[in-house]
């Protein structure tokens, strides 16, 4: 079955540490997301990709880094810059600029101890 | 900033009930869409209207769009208690995919 997959679900960081989420999709989809959710609040976007090996910062990209080596792929580092990294995160993937419905993974969620 | 601004935040009703969400947007839009997230889970769509379009149906849902007013509803009729989860609408402002979401609508429905 086509979808996203994110890993892991769960994920438990020490301060000062960078910590990697992955997100696979085998929809064939061109462009993939990153979206944060906090308690209670709606997703904001960290970043996006529309191609391989191209990405573009969203709306509070500070303190993370992704990479699109692979159209498959688009994983996502939560780096010691982050200043509160507990959150949900999202990984999302479209066919760029067609339906305009996002497809979403389950999720990772990532707690800073 | 937020682009889409849900109304209520929470809302508790009885099986068979409908239940209506309202969302409201600042900018101009291409499209919105409606999503569904259950607890701890991913989020799914549920319907896209276009900006040219006043109203659509998909099964039990009825979403409403009035570009005038920036705003648009979601409507969930004979409601079950399987519909209870957040929902969740978002705005496209020129068909790139680059969704705002909102903040979201709790909705509980009591068995």
């Known amino acids: 079955d086509g979808g996203i997959t994110q890993s892991p679900k769960y994920l438990f960081r020490k301060e000062g540490q960078n910590v990697t989420l992955s997100c696979e999709q085998n929809?064939?989809?061109?462009?993939m997301y990153w979206y944060r959710q906090d308690p209670g609040q709606g997703l904001r976007l960290i970043y996006y990709s529309q191609i391989v090996n191209d990405f573009q910062k969203g709306d509070i990209a500070e303190g993370y880094s992704v990479s699109r080596e692979k159209k498959e792929s688009f994983p996502l580092t939560v780096t010691s810059a982050q200043k509160n990294p507990t959150a949900f995160y999202l990984c999302?993937?479209?066919?760029?600029?067609?339906?305009?419905?996002?497809?979403f993974g389950e999720g990772s969620r990532l707690t800073v101890l | 900033s937020q682009q889409g601004e849900e109304d209520p935040q929470a809302l508790s009703i009885q099986e068979g009930e409908n239940a209506t969400m309202n969302c409201s947007y600042k900018?101009?839009?291409?499209?919105l869409q409606w999503y569904r997230q259950n607890s701890g889970r991913g989020l799914v769509h549920l319907i896209l209207?276009?900006?040219?379009?006043r109203e659509k149906h998909s099964g039990r849902l009825r979403v409403t769009l009035d570009t005038s007013k920036k705003s648009s509803s979601l409507l969930i009729t004979a409601s079950r208690a399987a519909d209870t989860a957040s929902y969740f609408c978002a705005t496209d402002p020129s068909w790139s995919n680059m969704l705002t979401f909102g903040g979201g609508t709790r909705l509980m429905v009591k068995p």
């Open positions: 209207i276009r900006s040219n379009e």
């Open positions: 929809l064939n989809h061109d462009a």
């Open positions: 999302a993937s479209s066919i760029e600029r067609a339906t305009g419905e996002l497809f």
């Open positions: 900018t101009s839009i291409n499209n």
